[in-house]
């Protein structure tokens, strides 16, 4: 694809070859993937019929026998689309199983310059489903937009304590945090507008690439008792998104299945490196995530394969699809997993966070 190779030219890299085309099949066109290997029919956002955490296995149908939910494989006149989405939603929103903790703190950027690709719909809604799933998590909204901060329902009116003051050393993270009223394990540190200055105020400051993590110490850290922090880029590469690079130990991007979506990827990769190599050796990019997959049309299986053939293991299996109810749900202050528990949306990031906490438990960093 002529973005990927125009990429690569920016990398001066070719392909690795990873062969991981099986995968990306996986996720044939008209259906959604679900609990990483498997896929089911797309539906309507009504009619999901995947099953959720726990002992349920990947595309199974969930039917309630003589009134009670079991699993079943006949068919029950009982049995309606609307009931299996309450019980999926149930199962979402009170889960048996909590999800693994990671073998140490995980603290993750989530990055790309590209504008509108779903860095913070990833950030908060993969927040929630680890906090809904038994682990402590801290978002950072690094966006003077404060769209991390909405969609977790936390105040962020200019003047309230928040990054900003944090940032420019008025104010310890302890005291800017929020909990949010989605999960009493889902923590934020707010933005507001008055970040939209910081970038020339940090200018002149001294350790101006390091104040967020000299905020972020182990000590704060511990006090809070937070699993995973995830940062909230904002799209663009200056001063507020190197210090997010600067104070994590790891990379997340995501990466919206569409034709220019790999444009200026070359750039944030080369950054990445000039941060490792300068100023955060530790850093390092582990996790892509494929969002607004359409499975329309063709165009998103083909990004897909490409990003999956240049990036390899990387790149989590579950992919995010397009759906409404996870546009919708900032607009209501709460992430997918509260608005619409048993949707594809919320169901796909619950996978992706599956994925990315059994892949954190794996690792002895
Ligand atoms: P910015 O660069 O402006 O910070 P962003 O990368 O954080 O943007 P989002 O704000 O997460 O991107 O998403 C951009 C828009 O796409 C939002 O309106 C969001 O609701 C919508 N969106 C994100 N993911 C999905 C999805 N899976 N399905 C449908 N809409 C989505
Ligand atoms: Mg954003």
Redesign the pocket.
């Known amino acids: 694809m002529r973005l990927l190779i125009a990429m690569d030219e920016e990398l001066g890299r070719g392909s690795d070859g990873v062969p991981t085309r099986d995968e990306v099949r996986d996720v044939p066109r008209e259906t959604v993937h679900v609990h990483s290997a498997a896929a089911v029919p797309v539906q309507s956002e009504s009619q999901t019929n995947t099953a959720s955490a726990g002992a349920i296995g990947a595309g199974e149908v969930l039917r309630p026998v003589n009134g009670t939910f079991a699993d079943h494989s006949g068919d029950s006149p009982a049995w309606t689309p609307i009931a299996e989405e309450a019980f999926t939603a149930a199962r979402v929103l009170h889960p048996q199983e909590a999800l693994p903790r990671p073998s140490r703190r995980r603290i993750m950027t989530v990055a790309?310059q590209?504008?509108?690709?779903?860095?913070?719909?990833?950030t908060v809604n993969l927040a929630a489903a680890l906090a809904l799933h038994g682990l402590k998590v801290l978002v950072i909204d690094l966006?003077p937009?404060g769209?991390a901060s909405t969609a977790l329902g936390v105040e962020h009116r200019s003047g309230t304590p928040s990054v900003y003051e944090v940032l420019i050393g008025e104010m310890s993270i302890l005291d800017a945090t929020k909990t949010s009223d989605q999960s009493s394990n889902l923590l934020c540190v707010p933005a507001t507008i008055d970040l939209a200055g910081a970038e020339i105020e940090l200018v002149s400051m001294v350790a101006r690439e390091s104040r967020l993590k000299e905020a972020l110490t182990d000590e704060v850290l511990n006090e809070l008792g937070v699993d995973y922090v995830f940062i909230?880029c904002?799209?663009s590469l200056g001063l507020l998104t190197v210090n997010a690079l600067v104070g994590a130990h790891e990379v997340l991007i995501?990466i919206q299945c569409e034709y220019y979506a790999l444009e200026g990827l070359g750039q944030l990769l080369s950054n990445i490196e000039l941060v490792q190599a300068h100023l955060n050796p530790t850093l390092s990019l582990t996790t892509i995530l494929l969002?607004?997959y359409d499975g329309r049309t063709k165009l998103a299986d083909q990004v897909a394969e490409e990003v999956r053939q240049h990036f390899g293991e990387v790149v989590l299996r579950t992919i995010?699809?397009?759906?409404?109810k996870?546009?919708e749900a900032?607009g209501f202050g709460q992430t997918v997993l509260t608005y619409d528990p048993g949707s594809r949306?919320s169901m796909s990031y619950l996978d992706a966070a599956r994925e990315l906490a059994e892949r954190g438990a794996k690792e002895s960093r």
């Not at 590209?114 to 990833?122: A, I, L, N, Q």
């Open positions: 790309n590209k504008g509108g690709v779903g860095k913070t719909t990833s966006d937009q769209n909230d904002p799209p995501p969002t607004m995010i699809p397009r759906s409404v996870v546009s900032p949306g």
